[in-house]
């Protein structure tokens, strides 16, 4: 783009009949004179160093066309760029908060099951290894036994069914 826009005014002023007055001959020889000056009034133009309205005073309908699919281009350049890292944060802050979520979920699940092997430990009265549906029929009679289940959440109202 720098290139084109310096072109464009060092062919306009040097046509020998430019049709820019002489202060508009001035501010194209300022801001497009040459390629880095050409390439700061771009940098400028877009980070609103400098007002649009007086860097494109020497373009006709085509160069200014071009000037602001320029200007469009950047800002949407720019623009996804930063929606493209916002996204990036938002996706690996995500994933994160998932890792958390799922070392929570297995830290309960460990503590639940150590939770209920001690519990039907307790219920195992005879020390058989196996709890039969009189020992846990008798324990469910028990409130702190059904206290500790509902805490666990689960519906104890009938034994066979938990059993």
């Not at 071009?66 to 350049?77: D, H, K, M, R, S």
């Not at 799922?102 to 699940?109: E, L």
Request: aromatic share 10%; charged share 20%; glycine share 6%.
């Amino acid at each position: 783009f720098g290139i084109m826009f310096t072109q464009t005014v060092t062919s306009l002023l040097h046509d020998g009949e430019s049709p820019l007055t002489q202060e508009d001959q001035d501010s194209a020889n300022r801001f497009w004179g040459t390629l880095p000056r050409s390439m700061f009034t771009l940098y400028e133009s877009v980070t609103g160093g400098i007002s649009w309205d007086e860097v494109v005073a020497p373009f006709d309908g085509a160069s200014l066309l071009l000037f602001c699919v320029y200007i469009a281009l950047t800002q949407l350049a720019v623009l996804n760029v930063l929606t493209g890292v916002f996204c990036q944060n938002a996706i690996e802050s995500a994933q994160r908060d998932q890792d958390i979520v799922t070392q929570t979920m297995m830290a309960n699940k460990q503590r639940f099951v150590k939770q209920l092997r001690q519990l039907f430990k307790e219920i195992d009265t005879d020390g058989s290894g196996t709890v039969t549906i009189v020992e846990l029929e008798q324990h469910l009679q028990d409130e702190r036994v059904k206290a500790y289940f509902d805490s666990l959440e689960l519906e104890v109202s009938d034994a066979w069914a938990l059993f």
